[in-house]
């Protein structure tokens, strides 16, 4: 059967708004994360926010997330809409039936009386925020955990899994009356090695 311009449409409409298929990884820390694991360490860009994400859905609790800056409370908004943003600048608006919870360290304690099921602390390679609820679950995300991990993904599976790239070493040197700004730029312009 052909589809109309309209299905179409709105077919194209759902997948602009869905959420990226999990990658093994993820799946994996969420399995582990089933069967116990709550110390998580994933390296940078390999999903931990979308760990997040899946675990949040499937709570059927209130969820409180914990991050260590403004910055990344303005970055975890858009990913958890229906949650409700307490740090500098939204502490006079908390509604305090939302179902989930972002907040900054800092904020975290004008929280304390509420009961959650899940806490995800981001970053938790920092110690536990002063004034934190209790939950039933607290998940430790970080990229850098000082205490032994339940789930790991280091940086080099991600790179042999395809899931982060390989990165390359350019040591520069200079002789000592070179101008090493100029010098950088003009490396820079001749694309000599691979700059991120």
């Known amino acids: 059967a052909k589809k109309h311009g309209s299905e179409l449409e709105s077919e194209a409409q759902n997948l602009e708004h869905a959420e990226p298929v999990l990658r093994s ?9 089933a069967a116990g694991a709550r110390i998580i360490e994933m390296a940078c860009g390999t999903g931990k926010t979308r ?4 675990l949040a859905k499937m709570c059927k609790g209130k969820v409180l997330i914990v991050v260590p800056s403004r ?7 858009p990913l958890f809409p229906e949650f409700c943003p307490v740090g500098t600048g939204y ?3 908390i509604v305090r039936d939302a179902r989930g919870f972002i907040s900054v360290d800092d904020s975290v304690h004008l929280l304390s009386n509420i009961n959650f099921t899940d806490i995800y602390i981001d970053e938790a390679h920092h110690p536990m925020p002063q004034g934190c609820s209790s939950g ?11 205490s032994k991990p339940d789930f790991q993904y280091r ?3 991600g790179i042999e899994d395809g899931v982060l790239r390989d990165y390359d070493l350019e040591v520069p040197i200079f002789h000592a009356s070179a101008d090493r700004f100029k010098s950088l730029a003009v490396m820079l312009a001749n ?6």
């Open 136 to 146: 039933q679950n607290i998940f430790k995300f970080s990229a850098t955990h000082t």
């Open 71 to 77: 910055v990344l409370l303005r970055q975890f908004m």
């Open 25 to 33: 990884c993820q799946r994996r820390c969420l399995q582990a994360c």
């Open 155 to 157: 940086i080099d599976e």
């Open 191 to 196: 694309h000599s090695g691979h700059y991120r």
């Open 51 to 54: 760990v997040m994400q899946e």
């Open 91 to 93: 502490n006079k608006r």
